[in-house]
């Protein structure tokens, strides 16, 4: 004989598969569950809990439960297959479950809807934000987090305003992410480029520079680069923050894949910053929803301040409706279990790739894949002319961004390809990967594969 609560998640599935509950509507109440079957709330709750353990049911404090959308993978079936697209997967948006909470926060915050608020973010959010960081260990209180309109804005604003060390350039990996080095430039500022490969960037050369450029901040990407999709060990992020500290630098690390890493042994270069030298930035556009258009800092008083007055004159307030609802996400325990999911998607994702590339036997590449993550760098032997190839690609839909992008314009020496595979399904990966080798071969007068796999 079936237990009470048992019989409560019998009904609710049932209604389900009669349709007469529908993905992402509210189930019935827990007081109208415990009439219908005489028995207390607790044995209520105990049946709806049971529903959310198994990814059936979501709920929202103070809302009630409601039931997960199984979103459909809509078949793709354009030929085309873009290497250059910086997107999450569409397949793992969690669109419904977010629309709930978007209607949760204009309930919540409607006195703040239509007014200005505080520039620095709401700060429910940022309290939800202090427990979210201790998972990536970071320790910072909510007077040190500012929430921002994407991760972009923080950068840019970072880049033009003045620094508590007087000084004036820009130090950025090469290559690194194009859109910030494209931020620098309109912003006015000076910036100069360090050699970042597979094996990581020369220390000694990152010092030369600390000491004689002016460098304001070094802006640079540890985890899961971007083009590269390398990361840096724990000894080269303590080394870093500590030459960071002896010449008075300031680092901005931008972390945007943090919360896809299945190693939680990987610390942020934030960690081991014991003078107020490192700016951590996140984005919860890439592994989450770029649409939200949020973003997250934290930074010490000697900064903020400025920052502060910077994004005022900006933008006033981030959107209060978009701040809302992640807080409700964050705090409902949704983020969380959407970033499981896409941490085992993009896995997977990057396990495809690294085994169609070592499979490969004709072709002069040089490539490293990393765990997860969204970018691949490949080396290409000389033979090969990477402008020609990347034109007969396109002959055949397969789109690559040229390498020049994430380069300065004086510093483009490789002869290189990067790719994302972020929103491609696994088939597009292999059909991608296929195609691309078949060019090199026919491209490369001396056929062969030398390959490093594994990380730096």
């Known amino acids: 004989m079936k237990r009470k609560f048992e019989e409560i998640i019998d009904y609710i599935e049932d209604l389900q598969a009669q349709n007469q509950l529908k993905q992402g509507e509210k ?15 607790t044995t209520v709750i105990r049946a709806y ?5 198994n990814h059936k049911v979501y709920s929202i404090p103070k809302g009630g439960y409601y039931l997960i959308e199984k979103k459909k993978r809509i078949n793709d079936t354009s030929k085309t297959i873009n290497f250059t697209e910086v997107m999450p997967d569409t397949a793992l948006l969690p669109y419904l479950e977010f629309n709930h909470c978007i209607n949760r926060a204009v309930d919540l915050h409607q006195d703040h809807l239509f007014t200005y608020t505080d520039p620095q973010g709401l700060l ?7 427990d979210h960081f201790i998972d990536h260990q970071i320790f910072a209180s909510e007077e040190q987090i500012c929430i921002t309109s994407g991760a972009q804005q923080a950068l840019s604003i970072l880049s033009k305003m003045p620094f508590p060390n007087g000084k004036k350039n820009i130090l950025v990996e090469q290559p690194t992410y194009s859109l910030f080095q494209k931020i620098v430039e309109l912003n006015g500022e000076r910036v100069i480029g360090i050699t970042r490969d597979f094996n990581g960037i020369d220390l000694n050369e990152l010092e030369r520079i600390f000491k004689y450029e002016s460098i304001k901040f070094f802006y640079t990407i ?7 999709g390398t990361s840096f060990s724990e000894k080269d992020k303590k080394r870093i923050v500590a030459l960071a500290e002896k010449y008075n630098v300031y680092i901005v690390e931008d972390d945007y894949l943090a919360d896809i890493d299945p190693n939680r042994n990987v610390l942020p270069a934030y960690y081991y910053d014991i003078s107020g030298k490192v700016v951590y930035v996140k984005s919860f556009s890439k592994a989450f929803m770029p649409g939200i258009r949020l973003g997250a800092m934290v930074m010490n008083e000697a900064l903020k301040e400025e920052f502060l007055h910077h994004k005022k004159c900006s933008d006033l307030n981030t959107s209060v409706l978009a701040q809302g609802a ?34 490969i036997k004709h072709t002069e590449i040089e490539f490293l894949i ?20 990347i034109s007969r690609l396109k002959e055949r839909n397969v789109y690559i961004s040229p390498p020049e992008k994430n380069y300065l314009n004086d510093s483009v020496n490789e002869n290189s390809i990067g790719i994302c595979i972020a929103k491609l399904s696994t088939d597009q990966i292999r059909t991608g990967i296929r195609i691309l080798c078949e060019e090199v071969e026919l491209l490369s007068e001396l056929p062969r594969v030398k390959s490093t796999n594994g990380e730096p």
């Open 27 to 41: 189930l019935p109440s827990i007081r109208e569950m415990a009439t219908r079957f005489t028995c207390n709330k």
């Open 49 to 53: 809990k049971e529903l959310e353990f």
């Open 124 to 130: 429910s959010l940022r309290k939800a934000l202090v």
């Open 222 to 228: 540890p985890r899961f680069h971007n083009p590269l």
């Open 326 to 359: 992640l807080e409700i996400f964050i705090n409902s325990g949704m983020y969380k279990k959407h970033i499981n999911k896409a941490r085992v998607a993009y896995g997977k994702k990057m396990k495809c790739l690294r085994d169609c590339l070592q499979r």
């Open 370 to 389: 990393p765990k997860t993550g969204f970018f691949v760098w490949i080396r290409l032997s000389q033979k090969i002319d990477c402008t020609k190839l």
